[in-house]
């Protein structure tokens, strides 16, 4: 039985049922990555083959070989990201060599933010920021769908004055 799948929860009651982030998320920073590093390539190959001669012009294969690396490392950090909404807390897991969980309790939520800049809007992303009193426990959940992002920060926010009308 898997862990931490929609299943596994079900049936055991206790574990949290996770949600991975979108495959928009990892597309967009594939592109950039692309983008980037093959302009990089592109102009170091041009201009270390003008200046220095051809055979110099083989270090820009060095960029290509980081947009390889950097191709592996989006995929498995993308993979890495997911949240939980429980009953009393918000759990959100990132990370591959170093895991790390943020437990966000709703009634410690001040402003649940959705933000979405010029090349999140353009691949149709959005991401979701927690800002709690201690700075140390503010969180994001990237790459989101506009619409769950609007959806999670309406709950969060629902959730966190229901949780905090009582302190």
């Known amino acids: 039985m898997e862990t931490g799948s929609a299943a596994g929860a079900e049936t055991m009651g206790t574990e949290p049922i996770w949600t991975g982030l979108?495959?928009?998320?990892?597309?967009?920073?594939?592109?950039?990555?692309?983008?980037?590093?093959?302009?990089?390539?592109?102009?170091?190959?041009?201009?270390?083959?003008?200046?220095?001669?051809?055979?110099?012009?083989?270090?820009?294969?060095?960029?290509?070989?980081?947009?390889?690396?950097?191709?592996?490392?989006?995929?498995?950090?993308?993979?890495s990201w997911r949240y939980a909404e429980r009953a009393d807390d918000l759990l959100i897991s990132r990370g591959v060599l170093w895991r790390e969980e943020t437990v966000v309790p709703y009634g410690r939520m001040q402003?649940?933010?959705?933000?979405?800049?010029?090349?999140?809007?353009?691949?149709?992303?959005?991401?979701?920021?927690?800002?709690t009193a201690a700075a140390a426990t503010d969180a994001t959940i990237p790459g989101l769908d506009p619409a769950e992002a609007e959806r999670l920060r309406d709950r969060l926010t629902e959730l966190g004055e229901a949780r905090s009308a009582g302190l």
């Open 111 to 131: 402003l649940v933010e959705v933000t979405s800049g010029p090349v999140e809007r353009h691949f149709g992303l959005a991401s979701v920021q927690l800002h």
């Open 22 to 79: 979108p495959p928009g998320l990892l597309r967009m920073r594939r592109l950039l990555l692309v983008v980037w590093l093959g302009l990089l390539a592109l102009a170091l190959g041009l201009l270390l083959g003008l200046l220095a001669g051809p055979v110099w012009a083989a270090f820009a294969l060095l960029p290509l070989a980081a947009l390889a690396w950097g191709w592996v490392l989006l995929g498995r950090n993308w993979r």
